[in-house]
Every structure is written in C-alpha cells, then in structure tokens.
C-alpha cells in the first residue's frame, strides 16, 4: 500500500482539483481522509490518499449499449418516451437520471405488453 498527499489552496481549488482527480480515477484507493489546514493567512485541504501501487489496475469501463439494435421499433419508441420522461422527473428533483430507472429497466419496460404493478414487479432492480 503507497499513501499520496495532495494539499490543494482553498483559493485555487480548480487548477489542483484535476490532478487529484485523475489520480483517484486511475488508481485502486483504499483511503482518503481529508483535512483543512489553516496556516498564518492561507487556507488549505489536505488528502491524504492510501491505495495499491498496481501497473495492471484499470478502472472498469461498462460497454455502452445500442437499446436502437436491441429492441424492435415500437419498443424503442416506448422507451425513448419513458427515457425523456426520465429526464424530465431527474431535472425536476435534481438527480442523476439512473437514480429514477437505469437504461436497463426502461428497456425491460418497453417491452412489458401491458404496464401496471404487476408487470413491473417482475422486471429486475423494480420491487
């Protein structure tokens, strides 16, 4: 295990903010504390990173996938409304529109013949 300080000016946070960041996306992080430091007039966060030194860690990417070749063309229609309702609903209440219904659920539900309670109980991830 490795430790990694970054100490980042409260004043400056955005020129430092991507090095930390890229740091934390490309490495396995076991840890962060972080502090803020106050010395005579400058202000500071300190973090204070512990992860594995490992040349062969890669961030795990999901494969986007094309919903257009899935679903036939009615169900994609239906899950293009239900997805621009989705958006709609995540605006509204200032979430992350997976929060509401990942992709993988909206295309579960296009392709349900009918949508009620029932149906939708038995889409996984819906309860």
Known sequence: MQIKLFTIPINNIEDFNTELNN????NKIIDVEKHLITLKNNVFWCFSVSYIDSPQFQPKQKEKIDYFNILN?????????IRAWRKEK????????Y?????AELAEIAKLPHINIETLKS????G
């Open 73 to 81: 063309t009615q169900d994609f229609s239906i899950f293009s409304k």
């Open 99 to 103: 929060i509401i219904f990942t992709d």
């Open 123 to 126: 889409i996984k991830g819906l």
């Open 90 to 97: 995540s605006d509204i209440e200032k979430i992350p529109p």
């Open 23 to 26: 740091f934390l996306k490309n």
